[in-house]
């Protein structure tokens, strides 16, 4: 039985994470503050992990998911008081490939700030550089938009709530910016690949391979809803992250190498059907944002 160690362990990636592998079978810990329910199965380590004193000295890891780094100075308090461990994985982001680079984002590309992730994607780039100065072998993710069951963020739940609700839809644009996903599970089922075959590459863009349009991806939330969407298209020099989920920001990861490991991808119409029956049961635990407000009052 493996030992594991999850950073944080009680906020949608996280959570799955250390959901995941209680699952499996394996022994998992998790680090966090305890300010938050705690899964089952899981063991607590209360700490924060900037001041972690010798909490994790006496511990020998299997392996450490670091779900939680923002930057360079939480892998090197990490490492620093980590005691024995054999594997380090970081889920990194896609926000670490600057704007200017030329698309789709390949793991060769030099990476550096992308200014539209701005601060997020500075302590990202600061994090990965940390870990890779340290740990020579450790492995990196870096995922598009994730999504699934126990999504905090207020993305597919934006637009649930507005099916739920029998709104129109109000679409940026002609709706045609792309957008790429990932989901949680399949991203549990890749770390399992990464442990099972320790493949000789360390970075890995992981993601679904094909992007999808903003009005397909919302089609499909309505659908997992079992309603039909109409659209109202806004045209409008508004920020459209007032009235939509997702920045205007479009880009794409080239995702060869994990699909050299990975074939079968959860499709999106499956995977928001399964995010959608969360989110009902659980609409307290989503950060909502005042969108619909905005919507009704500006648009």
């Not at 300010?35 to 392996?63: C, Y």
Request: hydrophobic share 40%.
């Amino acid at each position: 039985m493996k030992k594991v160690l999850v950073t944080g362990g009680t906020q949608f990636l996280s959570r799955y994470i250390a959901e995941y592998y209680v699952d499996k079978g394996y022994e998992v810990y998790v680090l966090n503050r305890n300010t938050k329910p705690q899964s089952a199965g899981v063991k607590l380590i209360e700490a924060d992990r900037h001041n972690l004193g010798n909490v994790l000295k006496e511990h020998h890891f299997d392996v450490v998911f670091d779900v939680t780094a923002y930057n360079g100075a939480d892998v090197n308090l990490l490492l620093d008081g980590l005691g024995v461990f054999e594997k380090y994985i970081l889920i990194s982001s896609s926000a670490v490939y600057p704007e200017t680079a030329a698309q789709p984002f390949s793991e060769d590309l030099s990476i550096g700030d992308n200014k539209i992730w701005g601060a997020y994607s500075t302590g990202k780039v600061e994090a990965e550089k940390a870990l890779l100065a340290r740990v020579s072998d450790a492995y990196i993710l870096r995922p598009p938009y994730l999504y699934g069951e126990g999504n905090n963020v207020y993305r597919e739940g934006f637009v649930f709530d507005c099916a739920l609700a029998d709104r129109p839809f109000y679409l940026p644009k002609d709706g045609e910016m792309k957008l790429q996903f990932f989901y949680a599970l399949d991203l549990c089922r890749f770390l399992d690949l990464l442990l099972e075959k320790q493949p000789a590459y360390r970075v890995y863009n992981v993601g679904n391979e094909e992007c999808i349009s903003v009005k397909d991806w919302v089609t499909l939330c309505y659908e997992a809803v079992g309603k039909k969407v109409e659209y109202v298209r806004v045209h409008r020099d508004i920020d459209q992250k007032q009235y939509f989920s997702f920045y205007d920001y479009e880009y794409s990861l080239d995702v060869s190498r994990q699909k050299a490991l990975m074939q079968n991808i959860t499709s999106l119409s499956e995977g928001l059907k399964a995010s959608f029956n969360w989110f009902v049961k659980n609409r307290d635990k989503v950060n909502i944002k005042p969108i619909i407000e905005f919507i009704d009052k500006n648009l």
